[in-house]
């Protein structure tokens, strides 16, 4: 009786502790965004999070430990966004954006593999391991490697968004990201699929002008 008395208050702590987590994965997501990665400490994010710093320390011993934390979470939230079942168009186009309107995860990627640490490990493999479905799906050329092309489309996206956000006007970023997702669709139609099996990827790149005309 004792024991089972005791639960509901080690089942409140976990609760607690997990809120805590999602805090200050939330306030540290913030400083990277609004700071870069260079302002992210446990100090400055566990004031964001209106908790104390012996609390943040709890959680995450050092400031590397953190931005890996962060880098991790965005890259389970974007990949659970890729694994969506969406039409091939759309998806992608999906991915670049997922990336462009959160520059935080290319913030922090990037300055990760420049301090010479890792990206997250389970959301790279979940990302290759999507990217594998499609590579060995019936519409897919064959012989193409599918880790590889993670790295090109991984490594477009992260490139693109730290150019857009540090060279163009917020307002032209639109209109040059859609560019750069019709160049990546055109890069998969013909070093990925087939296609004469892939039509509406095919559709896609067609003018629009031209998509009216033939529509009912």
């Known amino acids: 009786m004792a024991e089972s008395a005791h639960t509901p208050p080690r089942r409140r702590r976990r609760s607690d502790f997990d809120?805590?987590?999602?805090?200050?994965?939330?306030?540290?997501?913030?400083?990277?965004?609004?700071r870069g990665p260079d302002a992210l400490t446990i100090s400055e994010v566990a004031h964001r999070a209106g908790l104390?710093?012996?609390?943040?320390?709890?959680?995450?011993?050092t400031r590397?430990?953190?931005?890996?934390a962060v880098l991790e979470a965005m890259g389970e939230e974007l990949q659970g966004r890729l694994?969506?079942?969406?039409?091939?168009?759309?998806l992608i186009d999906g991915m670049i954006q997922a990336f462009t309107l959160q520059p935080e995860i290319a913030r922090l990627a990037?300055?990760?593999?420049?301090?010479?640490?890792p990206l997250p490990?389970?959301?790279?493999d979940r990302a290759v391991a999507h990217v594998g479905r499609a590579v060995r799906g019936a519409h897919a050329q064959a012989g193409v490697d599918a880790e590889m092309l993670t790295h090109v489309l991984v490594g477009a996206c992260l490139f693109w968004t730290l150019r857009a956000h540090a060279e163009l006007d917020a307002s032209d970023v639109?209109?040059?990201?859609?560019?750069?997702?019709?160049?990546?669709?055109?890069?998969l139609l013909y070093g990925l699929?087939?296609?004469?099996?892939m039509p509406e990827l095919v559709d896609s790149l067609r003018p629009a002008r031209a998509r009216k005309k033939e529509s009912p």
């Open 64 to 68: 590397d430990a953190l931005a890996a």
């Open 110 to 117: 990037v300055h990760s593999i420049l301090a010479g640490d």
């Open 174 to 187: 639109p209109g040059a990201t859609a560019r750069l997702g019709r160049e990546l669709k055109r890069l």
């Open 193 to 197: 699929f087939r296609p004469e099996r």
């Open 121 to 124: 490990r389970r959301a790279w």
């Open 19 to 34: 809120r805590s987590r999602e805090r200050l994965l939330a306030a540290a997501r913030r400083v990277v965004a609004e």
């Open 52 to 61: 104390n710093r012996t609390t943040a320390y709890q959680h995450f011993r």
């Open 83 to 90: 694994e969506q079942q969406r039409p091939a168009p759309e």
